[in-house]
Nanobody
Framework: QVQLVESGGGLVQARGSLTLSCAAS????????MGWFRQAPGKEREFVAA????????YYADSMKGRFTISRDGAKNTVRLQMNSLKPEDTAVYYC????????????????WGQGTQVTVSS
């Protein structure tokens, strides 16, 4: 069983930056691929970024490329999402997810989820 706890959400102005963190429980963090997803009001949850278990490979949704950076720290069992040049349309609840297996953007393949953290970008 994996438990995930997100933090770092908040209110930020457009063109600002924010870093989300996700703390994972368990001693096998290095075997999980990790992902970030988000859900805006009235919309379906969507893929944001993912990172492989080793951290050697990353994958981003097209609209986040160049603005968001996913990284992981094995010593701290943490995955981060650095978000720059934020836009009002980035407003959403951001979720961290984990899976044993290859990197993917398919949320249905992630069995472990955090509770989410709200990010609000004002114009």
């Amino acid at each position: 069983q994996v438990q995930l706890v997100e933090s770092g959400g908040g209110l930020v102005q457009a063109r600002g930056s924010l870093t989300l963190s996700c703390a994972a429980s368990g001693r096998t963090f290095s075997t999980y691929a990790m992902g970030w997803f988000r859900q805006a009001p009235g919309k379906e949850r969507e893929f944001v970024a993912a990172i492989s278990d080793s951290g050697g490979r990353t994958y981003y949704a097209d609209s986040m490329k160049g603005r968001f950076t996913i990284s992981r720290d094995g010593a701290k069992n943490t995955v981060r999402l650095q978000m720059n040049s934020l836009k009002p349309e980035d407003t959403a609840v951001y979720y961290c997810a984990a899976r044993f297996g290859p990197l993917t953007n398919d949320q249905s393949l992630f069995p472990y989820w955090g509770q989410g953290t709200q990010v609000t970008v004002s114009s």
